[in-house]
């Protein structure tokens, strides 16, 4: 039986289980000329799906209740009547959580198993790669010798975009919250130093002495009292890029912190958002230069796997509490 995942209710705070709900649908879908069957094989569970399940103005419309989830997904071609696609393809693209599901191929894109394990094209091949590449290029225009910190660094994005750093001559100091993903970045990724926040009484501080010549580039990935810190050490003309901010999308009250603004006048600093389809005619060319990196064995990633379709909302709901490394995929 064909099985989905709807929005069942707009979370208040933290997202729950009790905020989901399965649907059994019909069986045996049928396609019809210029459409194709697709049967799913990953799911990409990420953090700027929280925003989509709050009924509030944003870049991307939010979810409508009981009706699918999407998000990135790899699937296979079951059956075929667009000339586009065949039987056996594998594909990427926005789809629904659904088992299976019918499409007009419009905006899926043909990925290979024989270049890259299917699940790296919802990630470091994917829409995290190229958040990472092009936010630090196009934004924090690295210049080798510069010192790079990167919060939320054993996430999916956070550790791609410190070892881009070490690729293109930065230092790299990354933040994260076990003593395992302290590790796991030094020895696999090559971060120069990790910095442990919940061991950490003092993050200023922490950042000051692992940044003895300030931070030119600052990634951030997780926002609140982290990044707040890290403003006590960016240098003139660093460049502050903001990507995410997970440590405050399930807050029910309006965050506070510190102003900013004295901290990037006095530094003549910049600071920008920005969401990974600004760059979109530039997907191409960040696809193909992360490629070569990791065929050369430059680039290397880490997952977080959930096998398992019914498990999906809880590997989406895993990410707020910190459980993966690199990023969190569901195998079905």
Known sequence: MNQTILLKSRPQGTPQLSDFEFQKEAENL??????????????SVDPYLRGRMSDAKSYVPPFNLNEP????????????????????????????WKTEQISNGQGLTKVSADLAPLSAYLGVL?????TAFLGLQEIGKPKAGETLLVSGAAGA????????GKILGLRVVGIAGTDEKVALLKNDFGFDEVINYNTTPD???????????????????????ISDAALFSI?????IIICGAISVYNKTELPTGLSVQPFLVKNSALMQGFIVSNYAEKFPEAIKQLSQWLSKDQLTYTETIVE???NTPQAFLDLFSGKNKGKMIVKI
């Open 235 to 239: 240098n003139r003309f660093a460049r």
């Open 126 to 130: 994917g829409m995290t790669g190229l």
């Open 69 to 96: 989830i999407s998000s990135g997904i790899v699937a296979q071609v079951k059956a075929s009547k667009n000339n586009d696609f065949k039987e056996g393809d594998f594909v990427s693209g926005l789809l629904n």
């Open 203 to 225: 993050m200023a501080k922490a950042i000051q002495d692992t940044c003895p010549d300030g931070v030119d580039v600052y990634f951030d990935n997780v926002g609140g009292p």
């Open 30 to 43: 049928e396609i019809t000329d210029g459409e194709i069957l697709l049967e799913t094989k990953y799911i």
């Open 157 to 164: 994005v956070g550790s791609v975009v410190g070892q881009l």
């Open 308 to 310: 398992g379709f019914e």
